[in-house]
Every structure is written in structure tokens, then in C-alpha cells.
């Protein structure tokens, strides 16, 4: 079992850049690839973001060049860097862990993300 909670999300101006943590509990993280996903009002949850345990990174075309996701696995903490955010970017951030072995998933609460003037 794992329980994920996310902080960091808030308010920010169009090009502006933000930083959203997760932090796991409960399970062996580094069994664990990692995720970010988001919501935005009236709209399916999509994917933005992943990191595997063996570090290997995926993102969302919509995302990339602009985000950047990291895991530190000593303190079992997933970040997402947001840099050059649009207002198109507004979202509640969710996180995710998955175990590909056992095909456990498991999400964070969410955290909201606003990008706006």
C-alpha cells in the first residue's frame, strides 16, 4: 500500500514557473514508477508526466520542454517543475504510483494549479 499526498500547487502568472511535491508513504518507493496527471475543469484527467525506478522519464507533448519531473528516492519524494506555465496548464495536479508487477496504482488528493493574470 502506498499514500501519496501532493503540496505546492497555488496561484501563478502566465510564464511563470511552479513546483509541486509528492510525498509516498506506506509501501517500498523505489519499487514504484512515479507520476503526474491533471484534471482541468470540464475535462478528462490526462497524463503529464512519469518516472520510472530506474529513472526513465516521460511526458506529455503538451508539456514538454517546459516541465520536468524528478524523484529523490531516499526521501521518497516525487517533483514536477513547472516552468513557462500558460493558463492552459490550470489543473488540479494529481500524483501517481504504480507498481508494474503487482498492477497496483494508487493517487494522491490533488493539488490545484491556477495560472492566470
Known amino acids: 500500500q502506498v499514500q501519496l499526498v501532493e503540496s505546492g500547487g497555488g496561484l501563478v502568472q502566465p510564464g511563470g514557473s511552479l513546483r509541486v511535491s509528492c510525498a509516498a508513504s506506506g509501501s517500498i518507493f523505489t519499487r514504484y514508477t512515479m507520476g503526474w496527471y491533471r484534471r482541468a475543469p470540464g475535462k478528462q484527467r490526462e497524463f503529464v508526466a512519469r518516472?520510472?525506478?530506474?529513472?526513465?522519464?516521460n511526458y506529455a507533448d503538451s508539456v514538454k520542454g517546459r516541465f520536468t519531473i524528478s524523484r529523490d528516492d531516499a526521501k521518497a519524494t516525487v517533483d514536477l517543475q513547472m516552468n513557462s506555465l500558460k493558463p492552459e496548464d490550470t489543473a488540479v495536479y494529481y500524483c501517481n504510483a504504480y507498481n508494474v508487477r503487482a498492477s497496483r496504482e494508487y493517487w494522491g488528493q490533488g493539488t490545484p494549479v491556477t495560472v492566470s493574470s
Open positions: 518516472i520510472t525506478s530506474g529513472y526513465s522519464t
